[in-house]
């Protein structure tokens, strides 16, 4: 199994555009979770989807903050407009029911906002 | 949020076991314990989870106190690449939120 993919692995983009993080989660996982990671905060759940659907996004910082999932092998994490302060390694994890078995990770995607 | 409680950092020679603390004082009954590990530059990944009996894998070993209120995670013969931050996180069952804290810094001396 490929794992969980995610691009891109590095953004570096300019303070007000938009920014997509996309994320293919394992085949046949039915739970996808965003994280962010930064040094100041450490690793947060941003926002947890469960059969596709948003089930849980308390996590996510604002309104520039947008997540979806169309379909049960694609996600992405939008940001618009951008700011220095988004600046960190976003996660993507899935897995197969919930937070009760094991989380599988993806690489990250290391975004930079000038 | 529900926290766990980890030192900061520990140290560990090449070979040798390794013992991981952790205190949940406020786990609830349906609670997981689980631990994961980042090695530098790259996601968490998994290294096992229990909830009332100790559990082993091949990766390592987890030991819960009978009022599971602490555990420890055992690695029994450190290698280099196992130097990594080790979090513990209590949650999954009904509560998928896993909270990552600061976790600890594990080094391993050759």
């Known amino acids: 199994d490929a794992g969980v993919i995610q691009s891109p692995r590095h953004e570096v983009t300019e303070m007000g555009q938009e920014v997509t993080l996309r994320c293919k989660p394992i085949?046949?996982?039915?739970?996808l979770f965003w994280y962010r990671q930064t040094m100041m905060r450490g690793l947060e759940l941003l926002i947890y989807?469960?059969?596709?659907?948003?089930?849980?996004d308390s996590g996510m910082p604002e309104d520039r903050f947008s997540a979806k999932m169309p379909n049960a092998s694609f996600s992405t994490l939008k940001i618009q407009p951008s700011e220095p302060r988004d600046s960190a390694v976003y996660f993507c994890?899935?897995?197969?029911?919930?937070?009760?078995?094991?989380?599988?990770f993806g690489e990250g995607s290391r975004l930079t906002v000038l | 949020d529900a926290k766990t409680t980890q030192p900061n950092s520990m140290e560990s020679n090449e070979e040798e076991p390794v013992h991981l603390p952790c205190n949940h004082s406020?786990?609830?009954?349906?609670?997981?314990i689980h631990w994961y590990r980042q090695l530098p530059s790259q996601g968490p990944e998994y290294v096992i989870h229990?909830?009332?009996s100790n559990v082993n894998n091949r990766m390592a070993s987890l030991a819960i106190a009978e009022d599971r209120k602490s555990s420890t995670l055992i690695l029994h013969r450190a290698t280099l690449r196992d130097a990594a931050v080790y979090y513990c996180?209590?949650?999954?069952?009904?509560?998928?939120?896993?909270?990552f804290g600061k976790g600890t810094l594990l080094t391993v001396n050759p």
């Open positions: 085949s046949g996982h039915n739970s």
């Open positions: 996180i209590q949650g999954g069952g009904s509560n998928y939120k896993l909270t």
């Open positions: 406020t786990i609830s009954g349906t609670d997981y």
């Open positions: 229990g909830l009332t």
């Open positions: 994890a899935s897995s197969l029911s919930g937070g009760t078995g094991e989380l599988f």
């Open positions: 989807f469960n059969n596709n659907v948003p089930i849980d």
